[in-house]
Every structure is written in structure tokens, then in C-alpha cells.
């Protein structure tokens, strides 16, 4: 006996045909993996980038590295070592190298023992399938709530985005609701105040949304239909009239709970009954959100 191994060869006739057959290989089928996931789409497992592909395998060669391939390339630096019996188990991270879509993943021992029937899994961009989006962010499916402060150097608002969910590919949709009782539902709303100069007022305005929530990132518009201001003079009633105008609120997760962006809106122009006009200067600003439990 050499270095403590004995293989047996059994000689065996068929039909007049010599077969030998070397009896550690009988019994080892082919190696096979199995592919579970948090996340599908459909009844593929999948993944984004952050995510992880929870992957087992059995009938490989003991004690053996085992490497993985997508689509028949290499992933690099992924590996894993089979246990006595020749099985294992690995999570393997899915990073941004990894391309979307569906993909065959297989996995090969050190002594070439090949997985034949690969298993088809799905990489999705960031937030889609219910997996997290960039930084943690929700689901581009999920609904919530985010609480804000916006500011554009002169004064400061706060309110609230409503993030309603829709089926991939879909994403979010985006309105919001201001401390001030606006709201942009299409209905009027009526809010009172005084001018530096002391004089008072009543502005009515009408105003819809437009927004989308997809891959961690907000971008929301306001639409006023109508925006009619009544001042209430020494001189009686000056009642203005603005053109339709927009404003905007673009924003990202900066982590799981934290949302950071900016504001936008063009200058538009009053025409009032007495004659008068007035130009407003084109908005500019900032605003910082925190995700409502």
C-alpha cells in the first residue's frame, strides 16, 4: 500500500468488452445548487446590488474550493470550500459589477466537477423587487412618509411627503401636505397673512401633484392652477391674479431614514385690478426630510 491509498478496480466482462471501473466515483452524481433569496421577481430569486443570493450546493469533491460563475464568467473573488460530504454554503453579495437582469449562475470544484444545470437568477436595479434602494432607502414599491423643512434663504416651510407605492417598474408616486393647511389635492385653500408693510391679505390656491419616488430619489413637482391674493388696503380691496406656475423638490436617501435636496421654481408675474403688476424672482433652496415611522 502507497501513501495510504487503495483504490480497487473491478474488472468486469460484457459481452466480451473489458470495463474497469474505479470504485471511489460510483455513487457521485453531478454537483447541483440551489438559489433562495429575500427578493424575486416572479418565482427567480434575486438581487440587487447591497443584497446578498443565499446559495447551497452538494455532490462536489470534499474539501474543495468551489468557484461561481454568471453566465459562464468568473465572479472574482467569490469562493467557498465544500465540507466532507462534499456540500456547502455561501452567501454571495451581489455588487455593482454584477448586470441587471436574468443571469445562469453555476459553480465548478477544484478537481473541474461542473455544475451542468445552472440556476437562473435576477439582478434588479436598486429598490426594485422590494429590495432596498441606494443607502438603504425604501422599496420603489413601499409607501410612507416623509416629514420636511424647506428653506429658500428669506423663509422656511415644513410639511410632509406622501410616498405612495405602485407595482415595479412603476416606483412611487409623491404629493404633499404643508403645516400651513396647503395641500396639493386640486381643491382650493385658502390662507391668510400680513405683508412687511402691515398690510393683510387672503391668498386662494389651487394646486395638484406630480411626483415620482424610484432607486432612493425623489423628484416632486406642485402645479398652481390658481393663485389669487386679495390685500386688504386703507383704499379697499386690491385683488392679484398669478400666472399658472410650478415649483420643484428633488431629494435623495442619504441613509435608511435621512433625505437631502434641493428646491426650484421659475419667477412668474401678479396682474391685479388696479392696474398694477408685479414679478416675483425665480426660487432657489434647500430642504432636509427624516422618514416617519
Known amino acids: 500500500m502507497l501513501i495510504g491509498v487503495v483504490v480497487v ?35 427567480l430569486p434575486a438581487g440587487a446590488t447591497g443584497t446578498s443570493l443565499q446559495v447551497s ?7 474543495s474550493q468551489v468557484s461561481f460563475y454568471l453566465d459562464g464568467q468568473s465572479l472574482p473573488g467569490v469562493s467557498a470550500k465544500t465540507d466532507d460530504n462534499g456540500a456547502l454554503k455561501v452567501n454571495l453579495s451581489v455588487t455593482s459589477g454584477w448586470k441587471l437582469g436574468q443571469h445562469t449562475l453555476t459553480a465548478a470544484d477544484a ?49 410632509t411627503f406622501t410616498v405612495t407605492g405602485h407595482p415595479d417598474p412603476a416606483g412611487g408616486t ?8 396647503m395641500q396639493d389635492d386640486g381643491q382650493p385653500h385658502t390662507l391668510s397673512g400680513v405683508t412687511s408693510s402691515g398690510i393683510r391679505y387672503q391668498e386662494t ?4 401633484c406630480q411626483g415620482t419616488y424610484r432607486g432612493g430619489k425623489i423628484i416632486y413637482k406642485e402645479i398652481y392652477s390658481q393663485d389669487q391674493v386679495v390685500f386688504q388696503t386703507s383704499l379697499g380691496n386690491v385683488t392679484c391674479s398669478a400666472a399658472p406656475h410650478t415649483a420643484q423638490a428633488d431629494g435623495s436617501f442619504v441613509d435608511a431614514t435621512h433625505v437631502k435636496g434641493t428646491l426650484s421654481g421659475p419667477a412668474y408675474s401678479y396682474s391685479c385690478d388696479n392696474g398694477n ?3 416675483t424672482q425665480a426660487v432657489t433652496g434647500t430642504w432636509e426630510g427624516q422618514l416617519l415611522a
Open 9 to 43: 478496480v473491478v474488472v468486469l466482462v460484457v459481452g466480451g468488452v473489458v470495463a474497469a471501473v474505479n470504485l471511489l466515483h460510483l455513487g457521485q452524481g453531478q454537483p447541483q445548487l440551489r438559489v433562495s433569496s429575500a427578493y424575486h421577481v416572479g418565482s
Open 57 to 63: 450546493g452538494q455532490q462536489f469533491a470534499s474539501d
Open 111 to 159: 478537481s473541474n466537477n461542473r455544475v451542468q444545470q445552472g440556476v437562473t437568477v435576477v439582478i434588479v436595479p436598486q429598490g426594485q423587487a422590494h429590495t432596498p434602494g441606494p443607502n438603504g432607502a425604501p422599496s420603489d414599491d413601499a409607501s410612507f412618509k416623509i416629514a420636511f423643512t424647506a428653506s429658500n434663504g428669506s423663509s422656511t416651510q415644513s410639511g
Open 174 to 181: 409623491v404629493c404633499a401636505s404643508y403645516a400651513d393647511g
Open 205 to 208: 390656491l389651487v394646486a395638484t
Open 277 to 279: 403688476s408685479s414679478q
